[in-house]
């Protein structure tokens, strides 16, 4: 709420929060499911010489968020950014530990983009995530973990931090290839039959890329952070790891730089199409204008009903052709058909119509 103190939180979501610990080393796994933040810590400290990873999912209450600042020192303004959920993308080192919100980013089924905040906290040999609902792009990891003798399994609990982050990142290329081909099929129908609906499709995928941009732009520059303040060791044993992660990044980047240029031509497109619509109705019109102004003439002028015949019978001098015709009007009639037929034809010679 705003004004109150730095810290405070009040919440109660109605959900309990779901706790799944990985715990391994090089020749072991357990997935255990616990009841309380409590028991998952006394776990962890009583298997020291393991890695552990603690998927939070699920936010629970006020209650909850107390229990883990007290079981895992947390400080209470890092579980504040955590309740935001909107947060931007940061890294944060306190105390040895490492803080990190990411941004998790993918369409649902009405092909909508939906934002998620995404937490990690890092230290020796353990992290802990937390996350509103469960994310389908970590499935890899956890299975790569159960594998024995895999790389993840080998190295310190650093190379899991990498492997969940280097996953967050993966996850935004298949929506970079959804976007492609729905910007290719907007393009394929631009050119059959422009509508509104193109450039409002148009218009959200601009929005959503803007949104993918500034997200992962904050990823890149987290990651270069991590990197420059990683020790010797570190870099000697996972910097390549890291840089391929920064470069998806760049990767990922230009792709968006590229989308968004498309959809630009897109919306020129859109408009040229238009405009060469308002051309051809414009033509059309014009064409049928200009078909009925002799016409008019002809009829205007028979129109103005001078009389034929002054008040003795007589027939006045200087009247209207035809007037005194007993097939006049058939005979006008035929001259404005003539009119048509000769104006058709120029027109036609001429590439108008």
């Known amino acids: 709420m705003p004004g109150s103190a730095p810290g405070q939180y009040t919440f109660e979501t109605g959900e309990k929060a779901q706790l799944n610990l990985y715990s391994y080393n090089e020749l072991a796994l357990q997935h255990q499911v616990f009841d309380t933040l409590s028991d998952a810590r006394n776990y962890m400290d009583v298997h020291p010489d393991e890695k552990h ?26 579980l504040e950014d955590i309740l935001s959920s909107n947060a931007r993308p940061k890294m944060e080192i306190h105390q040895g530990k490492v803080f990190d919100i990411s941004r998790m980013l993918y369409y649902n089924e009405e092909l909508q983009l939906i934002d ?19 994310m389908d792009c970590f499935n890899p990891v956890k299975e790569r973990i159960k594998i024995e003798g895999t790389l993840i399994r080998k190295s310190p609990a650093f190379y899991l931090y990498y492997a969940i982050t280097d996953a967050i990142i993966d996850n935004y290329f298949p929506m970079m290839e959804s976007i492609e081909n729905r910007l290719e099929t907007i393009e394929e129908e631009l050119f059959d039959n422009p509508s509104r609906s193109h450039l409002n499709d148009i218009q959200i995928l601009r929005r ?12 890149k ?12 060791e570190r870099q000697e044993r996972f910097g390549l790891y890291m840089q391929d992660a920064y470069e998806h990044c760049v990767h990922i980047l230009e792709l968006i730089d590229s989308q968004k240029e498309i ?39 028979y129109g103005m009903n001078f009389v034929a015949q002054g008040p003795n019978g007589n027939k006045l001098p200087f009247n209207m052709p035809e007037l005194y015709q007993p097939y006049g009007y058939l005979t006008v009639l035929g001259i404005m058909v003539f009119i048509v037929i000769v104006q058709l034809i120029f027109f036609r010679r001429k590439g108008w119509i």
């Open 221 to 232: 520059e987290n990651l270069a952070d991590l990197i420059r303040g990683m020790d010797a």
């Open 116 to 134: 998620e905040q995404f937490n990690l906290f890092y230290t020796d040999n353990w992290l802990i995530s937390l996350q509103e609902s469960s």
């Open 53 to 78: 990873w603690l998927q939070i999912v699920g936010y629970g209450n006020t209650a909850f968020f107390t229990e883990l600042k007290d079981n895992f020192h947390i400080h209470p303004l890092e």
């Open 263 to 301: 959809a630009f031509s897109l919306i020129d497109i859109y408009l040229s199409s238009q405009n060469n619509r308002m051309s051809e109705v414009m033509k059309v019109l014009t064409i049928i204008s200009s078909i009925f102004i002799p016409l008019s003439f002809v009829a205007g002028l």
């Open 208 to 219: 959503d890329l803007l949104t993918m941009r500034k997200t992962i732009t904050a990823e």
